[in-house]
């Protein structure tokens, strides 16, 4: 087509007219654009460009990070703005963003490290900045976050400081200041410009050009929040990183292609080359190859296996579809990825020549891969290689012979014992056994459950025993009701929809209990192809969610019961400090030797590092404490000893009561806290700043975990409960160290019971020897009743908090929030009622001032007093008085006036004033407009409404004395 546009120009006139049929379009910017009609069936709509992970390391240390081919650093290098660009490339390359997607980020959009670690964390695209215009959630690895971590606090914070210092930022006209970022699943930008108008927009529809005005309020002025500055520390426009990927390309042809060595031929180039979207390439080959082939060949997957796999989690083509946006399955596969459907995942695995899969990491000698048969572009380094020059077989990274594992790498099975027992594995490699023979129906009903139980003891489906105990529970009370039946049910196919319907009305009298089994039991029996149809519809019918009846506790009853926990808790850290202190007195020789203190110091010491007193062993009595230590003790109960350095169940359930009254935390959350990790403020102050991770499983994958800063500044402030809390825990914690490497929980307590050995898997997720982890719910029922409550105080408490004291969600979405916990308790319930009703009386207020209730007459009253706008019909008995008598209401104010009378002779008029309220819409400021002339311009458009076509009429009726009037009406000249 180009070819036929250039001969058919006028200077050029080879052929009279453009032979190819076109028609126009609009571009992805808003341009015309003509294109063909027709196009060949095998026309390539994109030119793919793969790069290995060897190759890109090589691209990334020579052309950004000025190594030279021998791998050190070139002399001179300056490399300005070198982690800026290293970070931004690396994120193209692990995440498949499109240039723009990238560019476009802002600092909050950009995940954080966290302190449990993992390979890959996970950030949420804007639906303005994609190509799709749809939101999208993307992964990075946990390396290039840290490399971005890296950039914001060293060269991006460096370039705003010296931007801030050279007033740079005053000058920027456009600047809107960002004050507020609602939370919620559409966050809300609202800001301010300099001029004082406010503005708000929904974070995702912002387009790029909007988000390089955004500015956040630093400690020493404005700063961008557009992640990627330049150097005079603004915005870094996306078309510019065009500019870094050639400089890079140039530098890799000018160090790895000397002058003496190089061909005519670019692709015998040694030199790498890498665009924007080679990045994005190369990521979706990359996780082409993870998921079609080594889950494949590593995992060991038999064909019926792999077909189990692909119907859980999908198929792996519409994964990398998801994962890069794209809107049909056929970009992915015909524009990113056609090759790979025959040898993409042969090329980086070496399959061809037998080697393991993972070659993806270990292929090329730093050339880039490019798809068999795609077009060149004449630049360096897109050559063609076929899998035999780019596989590099069972070798290592130094050519070795890699060592391959003795051990079969498969996951354990989950279904033994001829498939009536379930070994369900958690995240942290435990293992809960459930013996199916113990339920009371016939063996083919036991495999059927059990084949549907183990399908879910998966990571990605149940990765805790909790959840898989809850529904045990409710499957061993189901199988009692089918083995009570007159009838036995054979087999999950022989399941009829009467036998559901007589269980679920067996468990109408529950309520919450009853709801939990009807749906834990129908949503694992669904699971079996097998039901027949009617089966299938009783189970898949709605089951009602009982009414929620717990409600917050009144303000003394929640009183009372921080005021006990608070009790306890002070005095078992006040005993632990005190101790404490005696012993650094002992460990710094401050006591003399073989003296009281001196004794009592080294049983302290003995109980911090064993968690028991001095003791010897008898026959009969087993250990006995030493009779001098025992002495200085003041006895040998619990009390006198282990207790002075260590909490009791009863003191950590207090403690877990103190941090719910607090942050509103639930019972799971503060169980599985970890230690959180204190830096010192950045201030002269020196205060503690605590990082505390907060994890929810019932928020879903990728929402487990939640960062809070809290600040101890001293007392009744956020952090100095965790700054006690960590004091009171602080042997416990090093004393389960030494049993325990590794472990990294906050609330622990010793007892006087050892490990249950009937169940040694779930004693050893929950306690290292005589310490115990977390707080359950038993323990919280124990410590209510000790103390004089009715039930646990952990649900009722968190509600209190975060309703009536909070009044924000804690870890709970604001949708959660209104409708499970403000809608349904009392409490709110009757706050709010005086509000609504304050609310309601206010909108009617204005409604009576905003309607229209002048009286509209067909002729005038030579009784009434005319005004500028109506007849006044009583001017001394009006709505609105003056203060000296009489009527105190503007003209405007008289068609709000019942004493108020509107004949012909005022149409005209008032269709003119209608009409010039209009004009002034346009041009003055919305807010101000609607405050000074929006309660009259509404009277009008009700008049409007009244009259009809009399209106229009009265329109063409304006004379000279009716815009003389309403001119001075206006301009506030008849205010006088």
């Keep these: 087509m180009s070819l036929y546009k250039w001969a058919s120009k006028p200077r050029n006139a080879f052929v009279p007219r453009n032979p190819v049929p076109t028609h126009q379009v609009t571009g992805r910017y808003g341009q015309i654009i003509e294109v063909p009609d027709d196009k060949a069936k095998n026309t390539k709509a994109s030119n793919v460009h793969w790069l290995t992970p060897r190759t890109f390391r090589l691209w990334v240390d020579v052309g950004l990070r000025g190594r030279g081919a021998d791998g050190l650093r070139a002399p001179g290098w300056v490399g300005r703005l070198e982690d800026r660009n290293v970070a931004f490339v690396r994120l193209l390359y692990s995440s498949g963003l499109r240039r723009l997607e990238g560019a476009s980020l802002l600092t909050f959009e950009v995940p954080s490290l966290r302190l449990e670690g993992g390979r890959y964390y996970t950030g949420r695209l804007a639906a303005a900045v994609t190509r799709s215009k749809q939101a999208r959630t993307y992964y990075v690895a946990a390396g290039v976050v840290g490399d971005i971590e890296n950039y914001v606090d060293s060269s991006r914070a460096e370039v705003i400081r010296k931007a801030q210092a050279k007033g740079r930022y005053d000058g920027v006209r456009d600047m809107r200041l960002v004050t507020k970022v609602t939370r919620g699943p559409k966050p809300i930008v609202h800001w301010q410009d300099r001029d004082g108008a406010m503005g708000r927009v929904a974070l995702t529809d912002a387009l790029a050009e909007e988000r390089m005005t955004w500015y956040t309020e630093g400690p020493n002025g404005p700063e961008p929040l557009w992640l990627w500055l330049n150097e005079r520390g603004l915005p870094f426009q996306p078309h510019s990183w065009e500019n870094v990927f050639t400089a890079a390309n140039k530098r890799c042809r000018a160090i790895l292609d000397p002058a003496s060595e190089r061909r005519l031929d670019p692709h015998s180039s040694k030199a790498p080359y890498a665009t924007p979207h080679s990045c994005r390439h190369s990521f979706a080959l990359y996780m082409l190859v993870i998921l079609h082939h080594l889950l494949d060949q590593r995992m060991g997957l038999t064909p019926e296996e792999r077909r189990d796999y692909r119907l859980l989690y999908g198929d792996p083509w519409r994964m990398v579809q998801d994962l890069l946006g794209h809107s049909h399955i056929e970009t992915t596969r015909e524009r990113y990825l056609s090759p790979g459907r025959r040898s993409a995942a042969e090329v980086l695995a070496g399959h061809r020549t037998g080697g393991q899969a993972g070659g993806a990491d270990r292929a090329g000698d730093g050339r880039c891969v490019r798809s068999p048969g795609a077009r060149s572009r004449g630049h360096p380094g897109h050559r063609r290689e076929d899998a035999g020059s780019v596989a590099s077989g069972g070798m290592s990274r130094r050519g070795r012979t890699a060592s391959l594992p003795t051990t079969p790498q498969r996951r354990p099975p989950v279904l033994v014992s001829d498939g009536f027992v379930v070994k369900h594995r958690d995240g942290d490699g435990h293992v809960e056994t459930y013996d199916f023979r113990e339920l009371p129906v016939s063996d083919a009903m036991r495999r059927s459950l059990a084949r549907l139980f183990a399908a879910r003891c998966v990571p990605s489906r149940w990765a805790s025993h909790l959840t898989s105990r809850h529904h045990w529970v409710h499957l061993e009370t189901f199988a009692e009701h089918l083995s009570a039946l007159e009838e036995p049910v054979a087999d999950l196919d022989a399941l009829t929809a009467a036998v559901w319907k007589e269980w679920e009305l067996s468990r109408r009298n529950t309520q919450t209990i009853g709801y939990k089994e009807l749906t834990v039991v129908s949503g694992l029996l669904l699971d079996d192809p097998r039901l027949t149809a009617d089966a299938r519809e009783a189970l898949s019918k709605r089951i009602p969610q009982p009414k929620v009846t717990e409600t917050s506790f009144e303000d003394a009853e929640f009183a009372a019961i921080t005021s006990r926990a608070r009790r306890t808790f002070r005095s078992a850290h006040l005993r632990i400090t005190e101790n404490a202190r005696h012993l650094a007195d002992w460990r710094s020789g401050s006591f003399a030797r073989d003296s009281d203190e001196w004794l009592l ?38 009390r006198h000893t282990w207790q002075r350095l260590f909490l009791t169940r009863m003191e950590a359930v207090a403690l877990g009561v103190l941090l719910m009254a607090e942050h509103g935390w639930n019972l799971s959350v503060i169980s599985r806290l970890a230690v959180p990790r204190a830096t010192p403020d950045a201030g002269t102050d020196g205060n503690r700043i605590y990082r505390v991770e907060l994890e929810k499983r019932k928020r879903g994958g990728g929402h487990y975990f939640e960062t809070r800063n809290l600040t101890d500044y001293g007392a009744d402030t956020p952090g100095r409960l965790i700054t006690q809390a960590l004091e009171a825990t602080v042997f416990a914690r090093a004393a389960v160290h030494e049993l325990r490497p590794g472990t990294d929980r906050f609330v622990i307590w010793r007892t006087t019971r050892p490990d249950n050995a009937e169940s040694p898997e779930r004693q050893k997720k929950d306690s290292a020897g005589l310490f115990r982890f977390g707080i359950t ?31 924000e969600p804690g870890q709970n979405s604001q949708d959660t929030h209104d409708s499970t916990y403000v809608l349904t308790d009392p409490r709110a319930q009757a706050a709010a009622i005086p509000v609504i009703a304050a609310a309601a009386e206010a909108v009617v207020t204005k409604a009576r001032e905003v309607t229209f209730a002048a009286q509209v007459r067909e002729t005038a009253d030579p009784a009434d007093h005319p005004t500028a706008t109506a007849d006044c019909h009583d001017y001394d008995n009006s709505p609105f008085p003056s203060g000296d008598g009489g009527c105190g209401a503007s003209f405007l104010m008289c068609l709000a006036c019942p004493n108020a009378r509107v004949h012909p002779a005022h149409h005209s008029r008032l269709a003119h004033l209608h009409h010039a309220l209009d004009n002034l819409r346009t041009v003055m400021d919305p807010g101000q407009w609607q405050s000074d002339w929006g309660d009259a311009h509404a009277r009008l458009e009700h008049l409007k409404r009244l009259l009809g076509a009399d209106w229009d009429k009265a329109l063409t009726q304006v004379t000279a004395g009716d815009r003389e009037l309403i001119d001075y009406l206006l301009n506030g000249d008849l205010d006088q």
């Design 601 to 638: 110091g080294e049983a302290l010491d003995c109980i911090a590092r064993t968690g028991e007193p001095p003791c010897y062993a008898t026959e009969t009595h087993g250990n006995r404490i030493i009779h001098r230590y025992m002495r200085v003790l003041g006895g040998e109960n619990s």
């Design 777 to 807: 719910g038993q323990a919280a029922k124990v410590w209510s009743e000790a103390e004089g409550f009715a039930s646990s105080p952990f649900r009722r408490g968190r509600r209190t908090v975060n309703v009536v004291h909070r009044r």
